[in-house]
């Protein structure tokens, strides 16, 4: 009887002291899911400023109607692959009984979200309160700025 009592005893305490590890590998799973979020919102971002961009060159002529068609497909298939993946999380989501995040905004508003800042000219991941991209070298705009240009 003493025996059986030690070995729920042990047993609870392992299982008290298992449970943050249990935790902590599906709270990674979610973080995987939302920085998988923001990376596709972002990709979309990207893709829809770019037609804005085209649409604008179209505008001042600096493109043919020939490059204008290709450039334009291209990009939309872009932002429509970024769209459907979107989507394909928000089933995942949905079937998992995990209400699915609309916008980056939600996850922007969350603690860390700073680390999830990208150069508005090459899209390379910035770390921090950067002032140039590592990666071209651009200037980074605040990030109330940035935030206003690529969630827009």
């Known amino acids: 009887m003493i025996y059986l009592a030690l070995l729920l005893i042990v047993l609870g305490v392992a299982l008290f002291v298992a449970a943050p590890l249990f935790e902590a590998a599906g709270g990674a ?25 085209l649409e604008f060159d ?8 020939q490059d204008w068609a290709e450039l334009k497909s ?19 989501a949905a079937v998992r009984g995990r209400p699915a995040l609309r916008r980056v905004a939600r996850i922007a508003d969350a603690p860390g ?3 999830f800042r990208y150069c508005p ?9 950067a002032k ?3 990666g071209c070298g ?15």
Not at 39 to 53: G, I, K, N, S
Not at 121 to 129: H, K, T
Request: some cysteine; hydrophobic content about 40%.
């Open 29 to 53: 799973r979610t973080d995987r899911a939302d920085s998988e979020r923001i990376r596709l919102e972002h990709e979309r971002a990207l893709a829809v400023q770019a037609l804005r961009e």
């Open 58 to 65: 179209r505008e001042m002529r600096k493109l043919s109607d």
């Open 74 to 92: 291209r990009l939309e298939a872009r932002a429509l692959r970024a769209m459907a993946a979107l989507e394909k999380l928000d089933r995942q």
């Open 113 to 115: 979200a700073q680390a």
């Open 121 to 129: 000219g090459c899209g390379a991941p910035v770390c921090g309160p």
């Open 132 to 134: 140039f991209c590592g």
């Open 138 to 152: 651009a200037p980074l705009s605040a990030p109330n700025e940035h935030d206003a240009l690529s969630h827009g």
